[in-house]
Each structure stands twice: as structure tokens, then as C-alpha cells.
């Protein structure tokens, strides 16, 4: 592993020399290689030409290797709750979170059509969580109307 870094920190310093006599930009630093392939997360090594060589990696007759690293991307979109935003707006609205719900809600479908998929999640969970609170607190309404009602019948007869 120092063996490959050592060859890559090598590598990376002649073509900064070069870049630099041609007017390029700069490579990337060796900590900044190191951070996109942090210790904990070895990738696999495998040799795509056959013999030895003393030279540098990636030159002719050497060998070459090539690392993989895995992406993990969700290909699923951002819930915007919509259809639980309107009911709790049409029919319950507590304290108005079923209007700031039903608000976070268009701005997470907005955020989605655009292509924004982060901010999109991020108001798609503040609806979720305004919905909820707004359902919990009709729910605890409604079993206080019912429970009020037993009581009264029950003094009534």
C-alpha cells in the first residue's frame, strides 16, 4: 500500500512539473487523492498487462492497475406527501400545519420536477413531520369529543 502510494505521489509530481511547463492546471494533491480513498476502503487492484517492469506505473511495458470505487445512488425520488397535505388542509388544518404542510409539500413536487432531489427531500420530511403532528393532534381531538360525549350521555341517564 505505501509502495503504490509512493509510486503514485511520484507519478503525480512529474506530471505537475510537466503541466507546469506546458501552462496546464495543477493535479491533484496526494491528500486529496488519499481523501477520496480514505484507508478504511481499500479498492481492488488488478494487473492489466503481464511482466515486470521498473518503471512507473502507467508507462509502456509497466504494470498498470486499475482501482474501482462503488457509487451508491438511491433511484428512488423524494416523497412530497401531497395527497396527505390537502386532506389535512381540506379537512382537519390544526393549528394551520395542514396549511404549512400542504406548502412544504408543493415546494418538495416543485423542488423534484427541477431535478433538486436533496432539497426536495428535505421538504418532502418537514411536510411528513407537519402531517403528522396535525394528524396526531385531530386524532387526540377527536378521542377527547368521543370520550366528552360518553361522559355526558352517561350523567344523562
Not at 494533491?29 to 488488478?46: K, V, Y
Not at 390544526?94 to 432539497?119: E, H, T
Not at 369529543?145 to 361522559?151: D, K, S, T, W
Request: proline share 5%; charged share 15%.
Amino acid at each position: 500500500m505505501v509502495e503504490n502510494l509512493n509510486a503514485v505521489h511520484r507519478v503525480h509530481t512529474l506530471l505537475n512539473k510537466y503541466n507546469a511547463e506546458a501552462k496546464k492546471p495543477p493535479l491533484q494533491t496526494a491528500s486529496e487523492l488519499r481523501a477520496m480513498n480514505p484507508e478504511g476502503h481499500l479498492g481492488d487492484n488488478f494487473p492489466l498487462q503481464a511482466g515486470r517492469h521498473d518503471g512507473f506505473p502507467g508507462q509502456a511495458g509497466g504494470h498498470t492497475r486499475v482501482q474501482y470505487t462503488a457509487v451508491n445512488i438511491s433511484t428512488e425520488p423524494p416523497q412530497d406527501y401531497i395527497i396527505w397535505s390537502l386532506c389535512n388542509f381540506v379537512y382537519t388544518n390544526p393549528f394551520c400545519l395542514g396549511l404549512a404542510a400542504l406548502i412544504y409539500s408543493i415546494k418538495a413536487r416543485d423542488r423534484k420536477m427541477v431535478g433538486d432531489l436533496q432539497v426536495a427531500q428535505h421538504y418532502g420530511n418537514t411536510a411528513r413531520c407537519l402531517n403528522t403532528w396535525a394528524t396526531v393532534l385531530i386524532a387526540i381531538a377527536v378521542l377527547i369529543l368521543i370520550y366528552m360525549m360518553i361522559v355526558k350521555l352517561h350523567n344523562k341517564y
